[in-house]
């Protein structure tokens, strides 16, 4: 009897730790890389602004290349949609382009299985190029387990996020775009 109360108390003390230890941490979560291309922003801005090359320097779109994807909305600018069904690497979701100004920014509202979260695309003229900026905004409210979640996402999309910007690079700088 006195091994099961101890391993209650231990549970109990273990998951307070946790709820307690979450409620502490950040309640938002951002994540950013950037990357200068040799392109002017109204020539980097068509091409994100719209999602019809998104594969083309998606990161994820070699994890599943049976992924389906389907478009709704204008084909750029705000209401432009994509969804996606994959394997268990990339799940289902989709993306929709919620603010739009042009040469300068971009607001893509992010839904991944019913996780909402959103990325940004900031353009800055630089070096007779233009930086790229690709930000990614979690907001994890109460809930302890995504709080704690957050602490990991730097690590879990920030490769992702590199290797996105050097493929739209390479895309981009390959061609008159």
Known sequence: MKLFRWTLATIVAVGLVFVAGGLLLPSTTHVERSVVIERSPEQVFATLDSFERFNAWSPWAEYDPQARY??????????????????????????????????????????????????????????????????????????????????????????DYEKGLARLKALMEASDA
């Open 70 to 159: 389907t478009f709704e909305g204008p084909v750029r600018g705000v209401g432009a949609r994509m969804r996606w069904v994959g394997n268990r690497a990339v799940g289902s979701g989709s993306q929709e382009i919620i603010a739009s100004e042009p040469h300068s920014r971009i607001v893509v509202a992010l839904d991944f299985d019913g996780s909402q979260a959103q990325a940004t695309y900031l353009l800055v003229p630089e070096a007779g190029g233009t930086r790229v900026t690709w930000a990614f905004d979690s907001t994890h409210g109460l809930n302890p387990f995504r709080r704690w979640l957050g602490l990991l996402f730097d690590r879990m999309i920030g490769a």
